[in-house]
């Protein structure tokens, strides 16, 4: 699979445009929301929506290609990062400096504003804990890429599928 950038990009713009009055939405957050995203995509669809790959590490998710994309859109001054305070700890915060003009199909939008909902309220340490406990993650070796694959794992409480019937 190669790593689709421009999806991976206008995912990330389009994260930040419908949370930017979230105060806990930073770095942690992020990077939680846009793994959802992918292995329940991965899950309905059997493919990854952004392409990008998943690393455990011992603070979490960790996308492969998150700080270069990221840095990448602070030098094109679309993006810009700020360490702000947030209860006892410090957040890394990103802001949009651009009007987002993302377009997803019907299935991918459904999905990406499910997963936004879902997660969007959740503090870097709340989102954790679920995520350690999500089947792909908890299988995955720490320091290796997370398996998609492991999706079909999950049980109700985790499982795209069985939240998209409930609807």
Do not use: W
């Not at 990330?12 to 806990?24: D, F, M, Q, R, V």
């Not at 991965?42 to 960790?62: A, H, N």
Request: include cysteine; proline fraction near 4%; hydrophobic fraction near 30%.
């Amino acid at each position: 699979m190669n790593f689709d950038k421009d999806t991976y990009i206008k995912l990330i713009i389009y994260i930040l445009s419908k949370c930017y009055n979230k105060p806990n939405l930073g770095k942690t957050v992020l990077c939680n929301i846009l793994y959802f995203i992918d292995f329940n995509y991965y899950e309905l669809y059997g493919t990854l929506l952004t392409k990008e790959t998943y690393i455990k590490s011992k603070k979490g998710i960790k996308p492969k290609h998150f700080l270069e994309v990221t840095q990448d859109l602070i030098s094109k001054k679309q993006l810009f990062l700020r360490k702000e305070p947030y209860y006892n700890r410090t957040i890394h915060r990103y802001y949009l400096t651009i009007i987002p003009q993302a377009k997803f199909d019907k299935k991918e939008q459904e999905l990406i504003d499910s997963c936004i909902n879902r997660f969007s309220n959740h503090n870097a340490t709340s989102i954790g804990k679920y995520t350690r406990k999500d089947p792909p993650f908890n299988i995955a070796t720490l320091g290796e890429k997370i398996d998609c694959r492991y999706v079909f794992s999950r049980n109700s409480i985790y499982s795209a599928m069985k939240i998209k019937s409930n609807k």
